[in-house]
């Protein structure tokens, strides 16, 4: 699940990398006929079964939570003629290896174009709020 935060809007990425960080890099191809992800030399066609959204608060914090579910389809061996291919830079930042919540920054020709808390457990435990206010709280000392 995505989690988006409503008042996060600048923040300085050099300070970002004084947490857990790792990187990795997709090839997204966008078509017509369907979106999908270029893993390891195969692409895989990407199905996004679409659910509401959740507005949640954690403490002053105004969020949005996608409980959008995306899962990987067959393996394709061809794409459409007319199609669009997007390199995005992933950086995801942790507030230690074994955190429960990831914050991924995705950038296309360096240029930040999406932000969001990833969430794999339910947003309801005290531990995973906790978390997340941990990291904003750390951000918002560094917004710009």
Same mark, same amino acid.
């Given at each position: 699940m995505k989690l988006y935060v409503k008042n996060l809007h600048e923040f300085n990425k050099s300070k970002l990398n004084q947490l857990y960080k790792r990187e990795k890099n997709i090839t997204m191809i966008y078509s017509l006929k369907g979106i999908y992800e270029i893993q390891k030399?195969?692409? $895989?066609?990407?199905n996004i079964k679409d659910e509401e959204i959740e507005c949640v608060q954690i403490k002053e914090y105004e969020c949005i939570l996608d409980k959008s579910i995306i899962k990987f389809? =067959? /393996? %394709?061996? %061809?794409i459409p003629f007319d199609h669009i291919l997007v390199n995005i830079k992933k950086e995801i930042y942790k507030l &230690?290896?074994?955190?429960?919540?990831?914050? !991924?920054?995705? /950038?296309?020709?360096?240029?930040? =174009?999406?932000? $969001?808390?990833?969430?794999?457990? &339910?947003?309801?435990? $005290?531990? !995973? =709020?906790?978390?997340? $206010?941990?990291?904003?709280?750390?951000? &918002?000392n560094r917004i710009i």
């Open positions: 030399d195969e692409i $895989y066609e990407i389809g =067959k /393996n %394709q061996n %061809q &230690n290896e074994d955190s429960l919540v990831e914050f !991924i920054v995705e /950038n296309v020709n360096n240029n930040i =174009k999406d932000y $969001y808390f990833n969430v794999k457990d &339910n947003l309801n435990t $005290y531990e !995973i =709020k906790n978390e997340i $206010y941990t990291f904003l709280s750390d951000i &918002n």
